[in-house]
């Protein structure tokens, strides 16, 4: 809704009116506002808030009762004439919806509206032949609460006083035809006679009058241009130029792209450009700014949109026009750029990930060939995959198969996208297009393949259950094993640990192995097997007392010894530390044996400690004393180590904590 409530008493050049604007439904009131001042004559002026831009479409545009160069008096009855630009802002942000403006509009005749260029402020900046242009250096600040153009305002003969927060242009008196104005809407697309598609706002799109039509005898290329509507278009920059190339397919272009360095401000600079690239040998240096692309425009659009704008241009060729500005102009927010990275290869981990994957090379003439579909397959989950081929096409001839499944098109891996990007990809792509494909196997030889795998499990499992020779049999994990050793009245050479009056209770262990004895000669126990059972006598510690466990290993065994093992897989143990003061000179009372797991306590003396007493047993592995491993030391070291301990003691104990897997006695 937009009310306006004129001053029908003013009179002369000026006119104060009120003006409600409300926003409801739109995103914006879109005025863009600055400080500046307006000369009255040579020796006066007046300073205060004035419009210097609107946005089309917007309240402030529908009204038709603001202009560009309007000054703001009051807003929402709050005098902001000396306000600051900022102070202003603060005030709309917080008005919610809806607005009052007191306007102050200078020269209000019919004859000035009829020829003023800012007709209800969105206006197309013209740059005549016969025109200079002259920058104002008394603009302010700006701040924005909506998109606008930077507007630019004549010196109209009849207008009194020169808004200087804009550009202002002097010229020479010309007749004007009735098309010298460009009022077209500019916002959205449209095609250009060779049946590309621009933006409305593009040079491509730019109307020249008669005079300027005359005066261009250069033939509009396919995107609408020619260097008389790029000036006009783009009148208030420098040193325009138009480039054009051939884009080559799997090549980067090689530069770097960059932002304006007033952060209030949106800009496409370039920022670098790689040696290697194939801009190198093209009119471009860093400190350009992009202001289009194949009739896509990039001026005051943010430098990382332009990056999907160059990928999603359609076609081998690219037209730049770029702004060539002076070192010292500002504009850039970084430094050139001198070094690039060196290129790589983003598609070389397919190769890792999937060894039977392949390049093909398919040269797009019009069309490729093929048709994708995004689905499933058991061998490698979802994906894209060649659905058809057309009959006698390149990608046919390139051995391209139904049902290959496409990892990546150019350096662009398609592992992860859905149709629309994988296809998207496909008709972007122009020239010899490399895609990486993988061929895969149909659901019939897949199931083939899986039961005949599973049929020669069976058969290993089959195999595993056949009673073994215990004399050679190999003892496997979480299982229990039958094995015979051969002795010949040779010592076992073992230390075990279990038994009812024992910190271990639940089964006979293993924990050190003598290299010198029969079992070490056997090598196939290991440290932290369970014994189950001896020459067919289950081994049950929790009615057997230490000793009497004990007494099994150390007996004489005249050829062979039968014992049933379980190697658990992960070893059954528990862990826990020790503390305590050794005094100097006197002795630990333990004796120890070294071995991979640390140092085994083989035998133990009462009273020395009662800490020792209370915690450890014989059997125990001592893992780390004071924080030093002792796994895989000699016994010199660890003798070293216990005897020159002085003071605090602290050791970490590993000990064997078996699951029970021998049944009570009856």
Do not use: W
Not at 441 to 447: A, D, F, L, T, V
Not at 609 to 635: A, H, M, V, W
Request: glycine share 8%.
């Amino acid at each position: 809704m937009v009310q306006f409530q004129g001053n029908p008493g003013a009179g002369g050049g000026e006119h104060i009116h009120m003006v409600t604007l409300d926003k409801t439904g739109k995103k914006s009131f879109g005025i863009c506002i600055v400080r500046g001042e307006v000369k009255d004559s040579p020796n006066t002026k007046t300073t205060g808030i004035f419009i210097k831009g609107i946005v089309p479409d917007s309240p402030a545009h529908l009204c038709a009762k603001l202009k560009v160069g309007d000054r703001i008096l009051s807003l929402n009855g709050k005098d902001v004439r000396n306000s600051t630009e900022q102070a202003v802002i603060d005030l709309i942000k917080e008005a919610d919806y809806k607005i009052d403006l007191e306007i102050h509009t200078f020269d209000k005749s019919e004859e000035s509206n009829k020829n003023d260029p800012r007709s209800n402020g969105y206006m197309q900046a013209k740059n005549k032949f016969n025109q200079e242009q002259t920058p104002n250096n008394n603009m302010g600040n700006m701040g924005t609460m909506g998109a606008g153009r930077q507007p630019t305002v004549r010196n109209d003969p009849k207008r009194n006083a020169t808004f200087s927060a804009s550009q202002r242009v002097k010229h020479v008196p010309t007749h004007y035809d009735e098309d010298d104005e460009d009022t077209r809407d500019m916002t959205g697309r449209i095609r250009t006679e060779a049946g590309y598609e621009i933006d409305r706002a593009s040079a491509g799109n730019c109307k020249l009058n008669k005079q300027e039509k005359e005066r261009d005898k250069e033939q509009e290329d396919e995107f609408g241009y020619t260097m008389a509507k790029i000036n006009k278009r783009y009148n208030m920059m420098k040193d325009l130029r138009r480039i054009e190339f051939e884009r080559q397919a799997n090549i980067p272009l090689g530069i770097a792209l960059a932002g304006h360095k007033d952060r209030q401000k949106m800009a496409c600079f370039i920022a670098g450009v790689d040696p290697k690239g194939m801009l190198a040998n093209v009119d471009v240096k860093p400190g350009d700014e992009i202001v289009e692309v194949n009739g896509n425009v990039l001026k005051n659009r943010c430098h990382l949109n332009a990056t999907a704008v160059f990928k999603n241009v359609e076609g081998e060729k690219l037209v730049l026009i770029t702004s060539r500005r002076k070192p010292n102009d500002e504009g850039m927010c970084v430094k050139p750029i001198k070094k690039f990275p060196t290129s790589s290869d983003e598609t070389k981990f397919l190769f890792d990930q999937f060894p039977k994957a392949r390049t093909v090379q398919v040269r797009k003439e019009g069309f490729l060939g093929i048709m994708v579909i995004y689905g499933k397959h058991v061998e490698v989950g979802n994906g894209i995959f060649v659905s058809d081929l057309r009959e006698g096409s390149n990608a046919e001839a390139a051995g391209i198969k139904v049902g290959d499944m496409l990892l990546a098109v150019n350096q662009d891996v398609t592992l992860e996208s859905n149709y629309d990007e994988a296809t998207g990809l496909l008709k972007r792509a122009e020239g010899n297009v490399t895609m990486i494909l993988l061929t895969l196997k149909s659901e019939e030889s897949i199931k083939a393949e899986k039961e005949v795998e599973e049929k020669k499990k069976e058969e290993a499992k089959k195999e595993e259950e056949k009673p073994q020779e215990p004399a050679t049999a190999e003892i496997k994990p979480n299982k229990k094993v039958l094995i015979e050793v051969k002795v010949d009245k040779k010592p076992l050479g073992v230390v075990v640990t279990g038994g009812k009056n024992n910190h271990v209770r639940t089964g006979c262990v293993i924990t050190h192995i003598y290299p010198e004895g029969a079992l070490a000669a056997d090598n196939r126990l290991k440290i932290f097997d369970h014994i189950c059972d001896i020459n067919g006598v289950a081994v049950h510690c929790e009615s057997l007392t230490t000793l009497k466990v004990h007494q099994l290993f150390h007996v004489t065994y005249e050829k062979t010894v039968n014992f049933t093992v379980y190697r658990a897989d992960p070893p059954e143990l528990e862990k826990f530390n020790v503390d305590f003061m050794k005094k100097s000179g006197k002795e630990l009372g333990l004796s120890l044996t070294p071995n991979e797991r640390g140092c085994t306590i083989s035998d133990m003396i009462q009273g020395q400690y009662p800490e020792i007493d209370n915690k450890l047993q014989r059997g125990d592995i001592i893992t780390k004393f004071n924080g030093d491993s002792l796994e895989g030391c000699t016994f010199p070291v660890c003798y070293a180590l216990f005897k020159g301990a002085n003071g605090k003691i602290s050791m970490e104990v590993t000990r064997p904590k078996p699951t029970l897997r021998t049944e009570a006695p009856k």
